[in-house]
């Protein structure tokens, strides 16, 4: 054991010696390492910092909430055969209201994109949202600044609205937004609330925070007729364990406003978040993979690189091998010896690596919000040690196999 | 056999398979060394000398016969087995010196103390205590380059004899040296020879074996001649000079 030590530690100095002798070749042979740790480590945290901020984007859709859409947001169906669907009428959710049940609350919806101006700001193609005063409640909204509009503002279609987020922030850099007049598609409207942030969602051009909400009478006086565009029921359960039972209510009732007979097939599409994680993590599942693959493949590069350089190492240092020898070193001294070489070269690699990707991921987390995690640290340490094992083991095993008479000889 | 006796070699042979031809490098030699003898191994190249060195040094092993070191049969043991022997009992001294080019002197001769297991105090103090008996107190933490071609090989002899070995293996010792830094090393080698260790000199040159007490002569892998030295050279410096 003590001998064990002392020859770990000339080990060790030997290594050291080894790559300082060798800066620029040392450097070099790294490089594919460091290349592969940063390459792991950026990819770990993208993923984790797309998911984290999906995570947050996907609860704003509430868990517990069903959303009935002329289109499905994840089906097998044909977009054809969706597109030839009827429209979902304000009449017909008029009718749903008044027979559902379980619901919690339920509301309208529907959309437009607009241009919104305050004096010299403007936010181009705004989700504007038509809907009632219920809206709010199928939501977990919070306000920074005053409220949704209310039912007598809902009905009689006054001309109000509530604004996420980033607009705000957008429109008033200052700061107080309530009771100001802003222009929606060129129409007045005074606002009356400003939404939290509620987390942006990374897949798709939706964003929670760029949305406005007006009475939905208005919307279709001024940007959609009547007849036009189709509306989206939000149907809020009471609970999420309720959620089936609020879903199959949900189809019956719309089953018989639309007048289905038995055997036909749903015309409409009772969409839900669960829906949307499942298709997420899909996708996500395949980045990852393939992610996985892309930078498995930079480490193995990497790994060869650095067994190239060992087996150099070896033939460069068969007569210091032989010596070795003929004083008393072991073959798994000798073994040890340049698989701690090549351990070390990888671990230093790995740690610049690191910082690398640390550097660089404080740069992307302008766009994306990431954060490089223990667990990413942890792996890449681990990672670069086992390339460097599984890149020194080859070489070392040449080494440790040698004949000390030959290497002795050898010039 | 007596209680002095090191090293018994009894028909040894070791047969190279080179392509498709089969060499006798050592065909059938037995001898015995004991305790404080010094020997010199001489022959042409090609003789067989350097294959019984490295036999005797334990790099090698016969392909047939049989060799007793201190007792213990050498020819049965394992690539560890053969180590450990290497590491206690014999000590090497190479023509080209083969020290570690990065290593400083006093490192090159701790380096078998590490492989023995040798704590890292004990460890300094006999590297220490050996370079100060080469001579070079002065030069321990020189690097090999900065020192000179004699002074490296009394650091290779500093390292060989720090492990208190029950033999010295030279291996042309005196080769890559000018005759006057030569002289000054088979001075040296006579004053290790002279309290008491045993040294076995690898050479071909006439004078350089005029050293030893008995000279092994080698031709054709076998042994040709073993002689004791009638009147064996003892180095004189001052004379080493003048001839050269």
Redesign the interface.
Known sequence: M??FL??FK?SMLIAL??IR?NKIRSILTMLGIIIGVTSVVLMVTAIKGIDNSFQKGISSLGSDVLYVDKWAWFSNTDWWKMRNRRNIRIQDYEKFKEQAKLPLATAPVMNSRQVIKYGDNRVESVFLNGSTSDYVKTTNFTFQQGRFYNEIESKSSRYVAVIGSEIFKNLFPRGDALDKTIKIGGVNFKVVGVLDEQGSFILGSFNPDNQVFIPIGTIFKNFIGQHMGTVTINVRAKSPAMIEDTKAEAEGIMRNIRGLEYDEENDFSINQQEGLMENYNSVVGVIQIAGLFITGLSLFVGAIGIMNIMFVSVKERT??I????????????ILGQFILESSTICLVGGFIGLIVAVLLSLMINQFIPTQVEYGAVFLAIIISLLVGVFAGLAPAYTAAKM???DA?RYE | MNNNNIITIEHIAKIYQVGSETVHALSDVSLTIDQNEYVAIMGPSGSGKSTLMNMLGCLDTPSSGKYDFKGKSVSQMTDNELAKIRNREIGFVFQTFNLLARSDAIHNVELPLIYAGISKHERRERAEQALVDVGLKDRMHHKPNELSGGQRQRVAIARALVTRPSIILADEPTGNLDSKTGEEIMMLFNIIYEKGNTIILVTHEEYIAEHAARILRIKDGLIESDSIVEKRYIPNLKKAVENA
């Open positions: 003590k001998t002392f020859e000339e010696r080894a002798a007569k210091e032989g010596l070795r020898k003929a004083i008393g070193a072991k073959n798994r001294t004949d000390p008479v002795l």
